[in-house]
C-alpha cells in the first residue's frame, strides 16, 4: 500500500537512477523480441543515445546478459544479442509482472475489469501519439 505520494527525501538522483534501470529493461526487452540489433537502432528505439546504449551494454555484457558480436556486413558495426541469461532474466520478469497484474486485477470486481482495461489501452495509444510508437506493436503482448 502506498502511503506517501509526497515524499521528499526522494532525490533526483535517486529517481533519474531508477528511470535509467527502467531503461535497461525496456532496452533488454526489446532486444529480446528483435532477436539483434544495432546500437544505434536500440538507442532509436530506446529514445536515447547511441553511447548511452553502449555504456548500459558495457554493464549487461558483464553481467552476462547480453553479446556483442562483429557485424557481418560492416566490420566497423558491432550487434548486440542477448544471451541465454538474458531471456531467463526477462521471462522471469515478465512472469513476475504477469502474477502481480492478475494479483491486482483480482481486487477489482469482475464487472469493472473490461472499463480498467479500456482505460489502459486508451492510454497506451495516446502514448502512442506522443511518442510515435504503439507500444503493443513495439512491445508484443505474447
Known sequence: MITNLDDDSITNEQLETLVAASRVWVGLVLLRDAGTLKANQLARKLGTSASSVTRLGDLLEVEGLIRRVPNPDSRREVLIQMTRKGE????????????DLRQILNTI?????????SAMQLFAERAADVHGIHLLVEWPVA
Do not use: E, H
Open 88 to 99: 531467463q532474466l526477462v521471462r522471469r520478469v515478465m512472469d513476475r509482472r504477469r502474477l
Open 109 to 117: 470486481q469482475a464487472a469493472d475489469r473490461p472499463s480498467v482495461v
